[in-house]
C-alpha cells in the first residue's frame, strides 16, 4: 500500500468527540456509583451478612440484564444512529426494538419475582431463604429499568450527550437518596429504595426526552406500561396460585408457573393492545432483517 507514517495533524476536528466520550464517562461513572452505593451503605452501617445476601441478590438482578440489554444495544444502535434524521422510520424501529426488551426483560423479572422462594431456595439452597425478599424489591426495580432502556438507545442514537449527563446528574442524585433514606429499615430498605429509584427514573427519563429531543416518548411510555400491567397480573397470579397450594416448594413451583402461563394467555386474549405487542414479537425475525439491511 506503500503508505508511510507521517507526523500528526493539528488540524483534525476532534473536540466535539473528545467532549461526547467524556459526558458519556461521567454518566457511566454515575451510574456504576448509584448502583453500588446500596453495598457501601450496607457494609459501613448493617453489617457484613446483609451485605452478602444483598449482593448476591443484585447479582442475580444484574446477570439477566447484562445479558440481555448489550446484544439488544448492539442491534439497536447502529440502525438507530442511521435513522436519526428520518423520525418516522426512526421512532417505528425504537418502538418495535423496546417492545421486545421490555416484554422480555419485564416477563422474566415478574415471574422471578413471583417464584422467588421456591427458584432461590430450589436453585441456591436453603441458606439463601433470607434473601427471597431483597431479590423480589431488587427485580421489582428490574421491571422499571427495563422498561426506560429504550431512552438510553435514543440519547446516543442522536448524540444528546449534554442532555443525557444532566439526566444522569438529576436521576441518578434522585436514586442515590431513595437508597440513603432506605438504610433506615435495614437491608429489605436498601432494596426498596433502589427499586423505588428506579421506578422514578423512568418516567424522568421520558421527560427529559421529550424536552431534548422529537422522541416518541408518549409511545414508549405506553410500550412500558402495557408491559408491565399485564405481566404484573400474570405475577400476581402467579404468586396466588402457589400460595393456594401450598406444600413443598416444587409444587408451589409448578402451580405458579401454570398460572403465570395461564394469565399471559388471559391478558393477551383480553387486551388488544397487548397481543399486538406480543405478535410483534414473535415476527421479531423482520426486525433483525430491517437491522441487518440498514447497516
Not at 120 to 140: H, I, K, N, S, T
Amino acid at each position: 500500500a506503500r503508505w508511510l507514517p507521517r507526523g500528526s495533524r493539528r488540524d483534525a476536528a476532534v473536540g466535539q468527540f473528545i467532549a461526547s466520550g467524556a459526558r458519556l464517562m461521567l454518566v457511566q461513572l454515575l451510574g456504576y456509583a448509584s448502583r453500588n452505593v446500596g453495598q457501601v451503605l450496607i457494609g459501613v452501617r448493617i453489617g457484613t451478612e446483609p451485605l452478602g445476601l444483598y449482593n448476591r441478590a443484585f447479582q442475580l438482578l444484574m446477570m439477566p440484564l447484562n445479558q440481555v440489554s448489550a446484544p439488544a444495544t448492539a442491534v439497536a444502535l447502529p440502525v438507530l444512529s442511521q435513522l436519526r434524521d428520518e423520525p418516522a422510520r426512526f421512532a417505528a424501529f425504537l418502538l418495535r426494538g423496546q417492545t421486545v426488551l421490555v416484554h422480555a426483560m419485564t416477563a422474566l423479572f415478574a415471574y422471578a419475582c413471583a417464584q422467588a422462594l421456591p427458584l432461590m431456595v430450589l436453585l441456591l439452597g436453603e441458606q439463601w431463604r433470607p434473601a427471597v425478599p431483597l431479590f423480589q424489591w431488587l427485580a421489582l426495580g428490574g421491571v422499571f429499568q427495563a422498561a426506560g432502556y429504550a431512552s438510553y438507545w435514543v440519547f446516543l442514537a442522536k448524540g444528546l450527550m449534554g442532555a443525557q449527563l444532566g439526566y444522569a446528574l438529576v436521576g441518578r442524585s434522585l436514586l442515590v437518596a431513595c437508597v440513603v433514606v432506605g438504610t433506615g429499615w435495614g437491608v429489605e430498605g436498601v432494596a426498596a429504595g433502589y427499586a423505588l429509584g428506579l421506578f422514578l427514573l423512568w418516567p424522568l427519563s421520558l421527560v427529559w426526552l421529550g424536552r431534548s429531543s422529537d422522541a416518541p416518548v408518549m409511545a414508549m411510555l405506553g410500550n412500558g406500561a402495557r408491559a408491565v400491567a399485564g405481566y404484573g397480573l400474570c405475577a400476581a397470579l402467579s404468586a396466588a396460585g402457589s400460595a393456594w397450594l401450598g406444600g413443598p416448594l416444587g409444587g408451589r413451583l409448578l402451580a405458579g408457573t401454570a398460572a403465570m402461563a395461564a394469565g399471559f394467555g388471559l391478558v393477551c386474549l383480553l387486551w388488544p393492545a397487548f397481543r399486538r405487542d406480543v405478535a410483534a414479537i414473535v415476527h421479531i425475525r423482520h426486525l433483525l432483517v430491517e437491522a441487518r439491511s440498514q447497516r
